[in-house]
């Protein structure tokens, strides 16, 4: 059986161990590991069977759990805050990425306007100028009745 100096150790080795987080001065560690420590901590504490090197009083048991409370509490805090800060990073980029499709889709559409544009301008030149070929051969050809006549 463990002795719970032994088991503080291991808490030690996993923060030691665990990876560094985006901001702050944490660590991410494995939450499972830990519990599973804290729980042999407390059989160990509980049995009474072993003493330890030097067996913690209630009260020094009372602050080793409250430590141990508010380190899961940072902990979890920081894993929440990496959370929401790798949320924050996908926005932005699904941002960015739809203002780079906006751009492209104004610009196609302003290269599609200005074909179109160019399109109409030769259908009506094309038109104006097959209107006045129209109306010359109307003028010519009632010319010739007329001259006729």
Known sequence: MEDIEDLLLQIEEELDNGKKSFFGSGVTVDADVIYNIIDKIRHVHSSGSQKPRGTLSSMEQKHADDIIK??????????????????????????REAESIKKQANDYRARVLSEVK????????????????????????????????
């Open 118 to 149: 160019e399109d109409v301008n030769a259908l009506l030149t094309d038109t104006q100028r097959n209107l006045a070929d129209a109306i010359n051969a109307v003028n010519r050809a009632l010319k010739n009745n007329n001259s006729q006549d």
């Open 70 to 95: 508010a380190q899961n509490i940072v902990l979890q805090a920081q894993q929440r805050a990496e959370q929401i800060l790798g949320e924050h990073n996908i926005v932005y980029q699904a941002q």
